[in-house]
């Protein structure tokens, strides 16, 4: 399979970061093939080497697979975890990732521009890697209370104090054309408070099992099982 690069627009010129790993990294060659993406549509494209740059030619657009339509709410967790929710989130196809701090948060929101250029990188990287057609958009928002709720069709928050409604229950057969949130708590999980809040803007709450999961992989639950009914 080619290697897949997310470009901010489809002008035939490829430079920075990408024109150095397709030369140095991968060591590409004139005429070899690599696949481009921008504004969710993929192309089959060959290369031309120069000093400066990279140049490619399109071949011919690739077919888009379906795809579902899930936002992450995740609860801002502490450390470098939230590298590790923007990356596997991104790989099992959230298609937007909203971190918010909660009452449980340990972590603050600081330097969020550095945080927003890190994470963006990782999540371009992890779509190229997982062959995706687009890269999710990753933002901070300061409270629950940012949140328009109203702009989904299915809310679903995972509780630990629910065990007895699992996600396979809370959702049709086909989520195809639905735009889900799906809403993760920080280590410690939600609140009473919290979950009024979430319950009174139609959040289903929803179970993930009887085992507890950590807040950074709880996502990659509910997301795997998503995507099994995207059509």
Do not use: W
Not at 25 to 39: F, K, L, S, T, Y
């Amino acid at each position: 399979m080619p290697q897949r690069y997310f470009l901010d627009q489809l002008n035939q010129s490829i430079t920075g970061q990408d024109a150095h790993h397709i030369k140095k990294v991968m060591r590409m060659n004139d005429g070899d093939e690599i696949i481009v993406c921008a504004h969710q549509k993929c192309y089959l494209a060959s290369i031309k080497l120069d000093e400066a740059s990279v140049s490619y030619q399109i071949i011919v657009e690739l077919d888009q697979p379906s795809t579902m339509n899930v936002t992450l709410i995740q609860g801002l967790p502490k450390g470098s975890k939230n590298e590790f929710v923007v990356k596997y989130a991104t790989i099992f196809g959230a298609s937007q990732i909203i971190f918010v701090p909660m009452q449980r948060s340990i972590a603050k929101l600081e330097n969020i521009d550095n945080k927003l250029i890190r994470l963006s990188t990782i999540a371009k990287e992890a779509a190229e890697l997982a062959h995706r057609f687009d890269v999710p958009k990753i933002q901070f928002e300061k409270s629950l209370n940012h949140i328009r709720y109203e702009a989904f069709d299915l809310i679903l928050l995972a509780d630990e104090n629910n065990k007895t409604l699992t996600i396979n229950q809370a959702i049709p057969i086909s989520i195809k054309n639905l735009k889900i949130l799906l809403i993760i708590g920080p280590e410690g999980g939600i609140t009473d408070s919290e979950r009024e809040l979430l319950v009174n803007h139609q959040a289903i709450s929803i179970s993930l099992g009887h085992n507890i999961i950590p807040t950074e992989a709880a996502c990659l639950y509910a997301l795997s099982y998503l995507s099994t009914k995207k059509t």
